[in-house]
């Protein structure tokens, strides 16, 4: 099945402690993407990426970290996480290039709070 | 600052009627228009799209209207059912696959 996955689905943690949320589609998709959903704010990018080891900032990229060293996976590291970083995350992967439109394929979210 | 704007927060519509959610943006290089579609507990899907050389494009019930030179494009939902009720994003495309989202309007359609 054509999927991407988040792991872990739901985590409570306290402020300045690591934490990684992991990423993976199975589509072999070049193009991944990280999103956080706050109410009334919809859904802002934080960081994307366009191949493997090509990494960029989106709109809201502060606090955050990514690698991208397999196509597959996509992880979002936060290294200090803080209170206003508690938010609803999601990945995203779609293919690049040619025809006109490339449609997104959303995990199913990772719900952090941080306290 | 929001790229693309979304309105209304919130709509509540009667089963059967017409649903209306509306966008607007101001960044002329977007070149693709998408709605996503968000049930709870669930990341977002892609409703329908249309690009800016179109005016309209219909799938089924749902409807994109899209004004270029009002820089404005919106959602209608025809005949809206209790299942329709979710969260809708309205989006647009910058270079490469970025997509910048609007605030989301979260729909429900009473029975």
């Known amino acids: 099945e054509a999927q991407v996955t988040q792991n872990p689905r739901y985590l409570i943690t306290v402020t300045g402690k690591k934490l990684t949320v992991t990423c993976s589609q199975n589509?072999?998709?070049?193009?991944m993407s990280w999103y956080r959903q706050d109410p009334g704010l919809g859904l802002r990018q934080i960081y994307y990426s366009m191949n493997v080891e090509v990494t960029d900032k989106g709109d809201v990229p502060e606090g955050y970290k990514v690698s991208r060293k397999e196509k597959r996976n996509f992880p979002l590291i936060l290294e200090s996480p803080s209170p206003n970083q508690t938010s609803l995350y999601f990945c995203a992967s779609g293919p690049l290039g040619p025809p006109w439109y490339n449609e997104q394929f959303f995990g199913p979210g990772t719900r952090l709070t941080v306290l | 600052q929001q790229q693309v704007k979304q309105s209304p927060q919130s709509l509540i519509v009667q089963k059967g009627g017409i649903s209306i959610i509306n966008c607007a943006y101001e960044n002329t290089a977007f070149d693709y228009f998408p709605w996503y579609q968000q049930f709870p507990g669930k990341g977002p899907a892609l409703l329908i799209a249309?690009?800016?050389?179109?005016s309209e494009k219909k799938e089924g019930r749902f409807t994109i209207s899209f004004n270029k030179s009002a820089k404005q494009f919106s959602l209608h939902i025809m005949d809206s059912q209790p299942g329709d009720s979710a969260t809708y994003f309205c989006?647009?495309?910058?270079?490469?696959?970025?997509?910048?989202f609007g605030e989301g309007t979260q729909l429900t359609v009473n029975p």
């Open positions: 249309i690009r800016p050389d179109v």
């Open positions: 589509m072999n998709h070049e193009y």
């Open positions: 989006a647009a495309r910058t270079s490469g696959s970025r997509l910048t």
